[in-house]
């Protein structure tokens, strides 16, 4: 007889815990899908639809939505906690109530915490208590649930400071479909991850704006240029911006109609005001709160990030859009690869 795969407990049911929930069914896993909306758990048992955040489709049977968070935790060893930054505390918090014994989590959060300046994985493991927690792994890349639930080819990283778990959630999500990477640095992988976001406003901005490829090229590779000069400050390897966590995802959500960071930069730049375009959203927006992470960070730990820098006052400081593209082209002269070189050889010569 063959041997029932495990069951795996989905944190959250938006877009994305939703499609995550979709490639642990098609790989034949039981997927106890928590909500902490009691509307939406009847929806995905009786109708087996979750139509808010994945309208067109159709979920596996094998997808039981739960409200009782003690219930959908029963006997399991994994669980992947897909819900925004923000409320990753109050999740967990929720978790260590009811848990008695350990877990892998894995977070699939796109984020940095503002003032603690904490990554995901350092969060988590400062909110569980360390009997509880086996292993946090992070799984991140170009990944938008849209087309994941559409199973379209889609490849993603997975990292851990325990790679032997990180490499268990590999084996979870990897199919035909779904194509799941390793790679051990836990920090380049967040760090990627998270600040994309702010790039991504960015490049909605300037197509709100009504500037072209060339601007958005330049968001793409410029951005990339200052989350590898803090990342690498930070601890991370990096290479690992040149890969799906780094340049992949910015590709992804600086180009794509399905990133709500590009939408709500886009609706930005052609005028309508914060407030207002977060309210119709309707999903997160992880990019306005890392923004002022990001630009926390760069001042901690003393990293040049203008385009970040650019993005905080149109977000927190009333600045108007074109005046700060205008500011980020009349800066001095700069050479393109200094600053990383030298954060590079200052690591060196710390080693
Ligand atoms: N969407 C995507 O394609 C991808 C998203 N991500 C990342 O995944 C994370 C989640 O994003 P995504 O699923 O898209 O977000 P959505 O906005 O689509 O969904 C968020 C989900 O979290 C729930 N939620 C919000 N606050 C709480 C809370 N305090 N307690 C319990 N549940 C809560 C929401 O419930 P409610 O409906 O009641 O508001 C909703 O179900 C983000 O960090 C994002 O960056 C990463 C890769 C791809
Ligand atoms: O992270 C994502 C794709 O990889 C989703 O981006 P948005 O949160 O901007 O939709």
Redo the contacts with the bound molecule.
């Keep these: 007889m063959q041997e029932k795969k495990e069951a795996v407990a989905v944190i ?6 939703t ?1 995550l929930a979709m490639v642990l069914a098609d790989n034949e896993h039981e997927v106890r899908l928590w ?3 009691e509307a ?1 758990v009847q929806e995905i048992n009786q109708f087996h639809t979750n139509k ?2 994945l309208p067109e489709i159709n979920l596996p049977e094998l997808i039981v939505g739960y409200g009782s968070l003690s219930d959908a935790l029963a006997g399991i060893k994994t669980v992947i906690v ?4 923000k ?1 990753i505390r ?2 967990l918090g929720k978790i260590r109530t009811v848990q008695n014994s350990p877990l892998t989590i894995a977070h ?4 940095i915490e503002p003032d603690s300046l904490l990554r995901i994985s350092e969060l988590i493991k400062e909110e569980m208590p360390s009997e509880l927690l086996n292993a946090v792994v992070v799984l991140s890349g170009p ?4 087309e994941v639930s559409l199973r379209h080819p889609t490849t993603v990283t997975v990292s851990s400071e325990n790679m032997a778990a990180a490499e268990e959630i590999q084996d979870l999500f990897i199919n035909h479909n779904f194509r799941v990477y390793t790679n051990p640095d836990v920090i380049g992988v967040e760090i990627g991850g998270a600040l994309k ?1 702010i790039i991504a406003l960015a490049a909605g901005i300037t197509d709100g704006l009504g500037y072209g490829d060339n601007a958005k090229a330049a968001l793409i590779t410029r951005g990339l240029a200052e989350i590898a000069r803090l990342g690498t400050k930070m601890g991370a390897n990096p290479l690992t911006f040149s890969g799906l966590t780094g340049i992949g995802d910015l590709i992804v959500t600086c180009t794509s109609v ?1 990133s709500r960071n590009w939408r709500a930069g886009n609706l930005l730049g052609k005028g309508k005001n914060l407030d207002e375009v977060l309210d119709n959203m309707g ?2 927006v ?1 990019g306005v709160r890392t923004t002022k992470a990001a630009y926390q960070l760069a001042k901690k730990y003393n990293v040049s990030m203008p385009i970040t820098f650019a993005l905080y006052d149109v977000l927190f400081n009333g600045k108007n859009a074109k005046d700060a593209v205008d500011v980020l082209m009349a800066r001095g002269k700069t050479h393109e690869m200094e600053d990383l070189v030298n954060i590079l050889e200052e690591r060196n010569l710390e080693d």
């Design positions: 959250g049911a938006g877009s994305w815990g499609a909500s902490h909306n939406q808010k955040y897909a819900v925004p930054t409320a109050e999740v699939v959060s796109k984020g990944s938008h649930a849209e976001n399905h999903m997160v992880e």
